[in-house]
Every structure is written in C-alpha cells, then in structure tokens.
C-alpha cells in the first residue's frame, strides 16, 4: 500500500508540474508555477485559482506532493477548519499554512507543503513569496503597499 501512495503520489505531482503547459484560462481557472533559489534549497511553487478556491503546492524536496490539508472558513469559529484530505508525511507546515491562507483570503485552500520540518527560516520565505504571489494575483495589496500608496 505504501508504494502504491508514492507512485499515485508521484503521478499526481507530475501532473500538477505539466498543467504550466496547458492553457491557464480553461473554465476561468489562473495558475501561477515558479520557484525561488534559497541558500538552503530550491523552492518550487504552484498556485492555482479556481475562482471559489485555491491549490497551493510548495517544495523543496523536488516535485513530490505531500499530506494535502483543505482549510476553510465556518460560521461558527473564526479560526478556519483544516482537514488533511491526502495522506503523506505529516508536518504543522501545511496545516498552518493552510489555515492562514483561508483566514487572509476567505477562501477555502488546498495546501500541500513539503518544507522540512526543522527549517522555520525557509518556511517563512515560502511563505513570504507564496503571500506575494497571493497579492498579486487577487489584486490584494500588502500594508508595505497601501502605505506607499496612501
């Protein structure tokens, strides 16, 4: 069972590194896949905007998709729901990451992070970049931005 999860695991990722090749507009979806060059490793990103939602994929172990958690706001918390929809490596990274994205967007986000997890320093950076990226695509400016402006 375990090599069967790697090898759907592997497919799944290979698939989400070649839709960069399709057409980003099909049924109003945008994707947005790069990477940024650390002094500790090379962190690769996909987001796609589904519209009503998003998928994010961040790693620095190569093109592997990880545990998967799906956050999203409920009427009745205000700290959005989180439930890992796909196992793998279990880490507080997605998980968090997850929630803090559905919190600041309000919309639901499906996180897979494969960050190790004894690095805080280069999940910050991911996540600093993923918030950038974020921003620019929702039209989202960030207080740096607004302060500039205003």
């Known amino acids: 069972?375990?090599?069967?999860?790697?090898?759907?695991?592997?497919s799944f990722s290979q698939q989400l590194l070649s839709l960069h090749e399709m057409d980003?507009?099909?049924?109003?979806?945008?994707?947005?896949?790069?990477?940024?060059?650390?002094?500790?490793?090379?962190?690769?990103?996909q987001i796609i905007d589904l519209g009503r939602q998003f998928f994010v994929w961040v790693s620095a172990t190569g093109p592997k998709l990880g545990s998967m958690y799906l956050a999203i706001q409920t009427p009745?918390?205000?700290?959005?729901?989180?439930a890992r929809v796909l196992p793998g490596p279990t880490g507080a990274a997605g998980e968090s990451l997850a929630q803090r994205l559905a919190l600041k967007y309000g919309k639901p986000f499906m996180v897979s992070c494969n960050l190790p997890g004894n690095a805080p320093m280069l999940q910050a950076l991911a996540e600093k970049r993923l918030l950038q990226e974020?921003?620019?695509?929702?039209?989202?400016?960030?207080?740096?931005?607004?302060a500039a402006q205003g």
């Open 76 to 82: 009745v918390d205000k700290q959005p729901a989180v």
């Open 134 to 146: 974020l921003n620019d695509m929702t039209g989202t400016a960030s207080a740096g931005q607004q």
């Open 24 to 45: 980003s507009a099909v049924a109003g979806a945008s994707q947005r896949c790069f990477q940024q060059e650390t002094n500790d490793a090379v962190l690769l990103f």
């Open 1 to 10: 069972p375990a090599g069967a999860l790697a090898r759907v695991s592997h």
